[in-house]
């Protein structure tokens, strides 16, 4: 099933636990991230004697029953601290069922599309920046677009796959093409590239990148010359600059963490069928803007 999802906080670190209640929900099993809403900031609805609220809004696919996603909704809303006191009062996070494509459901747990779901611009116009065939009538309440959301950094994907967007295999490059080496280093030159540990492996003498920042994404490494070592997507988040070019180049775990988080895609895509072990994510999501044919390959960008 599709699913929105409207997620809220007004206690804490509004930003860091938004981002964490999205990691944790691509963590539920058979869970698929696939788009992420901007942050937007609203005054509180219900109760009005609160801090304001940081709101924003996910699209997931996921082989569960509505209700088996409630209930791991519920238990990251607990793992990340919530307390039930007091009706729309003041939460560390707040995860509600906004829309599921193709349902309705009426029961004493849950309630599809979610009620006020029609009454609430907070959650209205982050879903429809994810949900554009949505229609509806905003009431005019302020809601203010605000940074922190993980599409801030607007990542950029860059790879060379096979024409089934085969990656590599057995911690190999499927392909070396001089022109789309130059390709990559016209990308990436004076910007961030983004990767993980076995992806350095895959470099010249093993070595980070010149002309570029390089940060590595490893939990069994603490120091690589050259590189800054992060522990996690958490953390990533954390030592970004929004304003540089953010260009993410492998492997196959780290392209899965982070597509659904980009705006853009650049793809070579070779007109060879190899024998991969590792893949691209699918780009349902992203719709290809434009492609150059080269001999035996083309230059491929998508964008969402």
């Known amino acids: 099933m599709i699913c929105h999802i409207g997620l809220g906080a007004n206690l804490g670190d509004r930003q860091r636990t938004l981002r964490r209640a999205i990691e944790l929900v691509k963590k539920i099993p058979a869970v698929k991230l696939r788009r992420v809403s901007s942050f937007y900031e609203s005054e509180p609805w219900g109760v009005v004697n609160q801090p304001p609220f940081l709101n924003a809004a996910i699209k997931i696919s996921a082989e569960l029953e509505p209700l088996e996603l409630l209930d ?25 069922i906004l829309l599921i494509e193709g349902r309705e459901i ?36 302020k809601v203010i677009r605000t940074a922190g959301s993980p599409t801030d950094f607007k990542f950029k994907l860059v790879a ?8 590599g295999r057995g911690g190999k490059l499927l392909f070396r093409i001089a022109e789309d080496l130059k390709h990559f280093r016209r990308l990436t030159q004076g910007h961030t590239i983004i990767y993980g540990r076995r992806t350095l492996d895959t470099f010249p003498n093993r070595q980070p990148l010149d002309g570029r920042r390089n940060i590595i994404l490893s939990r069994s490494h603490d120091k690589i010359a050259g590189a800054e070592v992060v522990a996690g997507i958490a953390k990533l988040f954390e030592v970004l600059d929004a304003a540089q070019g953010n260009f993410v180049i492998g492997g196959a775990q780290i392209f899965k963490e982070l597509i659904p988080y980009a705006t853009e895609l650049f793809l070579t895509v070779v007109d060879a069928d190899v024998q991969a072990d590792a893949f691209f994510p699918d780009v349902d999501e992203f719709k290809l803007a434009s492609a150059q044919i080269r001999n035996g390959f083309e230059f491929r960008r998508y964008i969402r």
Do not use: M, Y
């Open 160 to 167: 060379c796959v096979d024409k089934n967007f085969g990656l």
């Open 106 to 141: 009426s029961s004493e747990r849950l309630t599809v599309p979610h009620k006020f779901l029609f009454e609430r611009d907070f959650a209205l116009i982050p879903l429809a920046e994810i949900c554009p065939t949505l229609k509806f009538n905003l009431r005019g309440d």
């Open 72 to 96: 791991a909704l519920q238990r990251i809303e607990l793992e990340l601290g919530r307390v039930r006191r007091e009706h729309w009062g003041a939460r560390t996070i707040d995860l509600d």
